[in-house]
């Protein structure tokens, strides 16, 4: 009987290790497989992306009428929902950036939100004009009262992207 119960233990160790290297060979599988990203704009590759949090804090340096070049990752919180002509991504600590596209020259898919993305442009302090606020919110596809609420101009980071890769 002890027999049995020595075989069955060495059993179940040996199952249980090789499992566990299963679930360690599949990590391995999974970091090696490349990220596929569909293109819009100039041509980027995903290397040297900042994160958002290092987006957030080159933000953080600006003054209005800054301008710099920057490339980060991030993840579509809202896509323009008439064109796809503009999107919000998420910043850390609820924060965001308002993404439109250079020289209206491309757009992304409608149904892109929540999607990781990586862009590359010019970042900057933008003071948004109410009329402005209104047309975005209108895109959005808020309602009237929302709209009506708006009634100052607002100072927002901006971004005008030459390149995006969203992820498949």
Same mark, same amino acid.
């Given at each position: 009987m ?23 060979e ?25 994160? &958002?949090?290092? #987006?957030?804090?080159?933000?953080? @340096? ?5 301008? %710099?070049?920057?490339?980060?990752? $991030? ?35 409608k149904d ?21 606020? &209104?047309?975005? #919110?209108?895109?959005?596809?808020? @309602? ?5 609420? %708006?009634?100052?101009?607002?100072i $927002? ?12």
């Amino acid at each position: 009987m002890r027999k049995i119960a020595f075989i069955l233990s060495l059993s179940l160790i040996f199952v249980a290790c090789k499992e566990e290297k299963s679930k360690e060979e599949a990590q391995v599988l999974d970091e090696s497989i490349p990220v596929s990203y569909n293109s819009f704009g100039a041509e980027i590759s995903a290397e040297n992306s900042l994160t &958002k949090a290092e #987006a957030l804090k080159q933000f953080e @340096s600006l003054k209005p009428g800054d301008t %710099i070049d920057l490339k980060f990752a $991030s993840k579509i919180k809202t896509v323009c929902k008439k064109k796809g002509c503009w999107m919000i991504l998420e910043l850390p600590q609820e924060e965001e950036v308002r993404i439109t596209f250079k020289d209206y020259g491309f757009f992304v898919p409608k149904d892109s939100e929540n999607t990781d993305v990586i862009v590359q442009g010019k970042a900057f302090l933008n003071e948004m004009s109410v009329e402005d606020q &209104k047309h975005y #919110a209108e895109d959005e596809g808020r @309602s009237e009262a929302e709209i009506a609420a %708006i009634t100052s101009p607002e100072i $927002s980071r901006a971004f005008i992207a030459n390149a995006v890769l969203l992820k498949q």
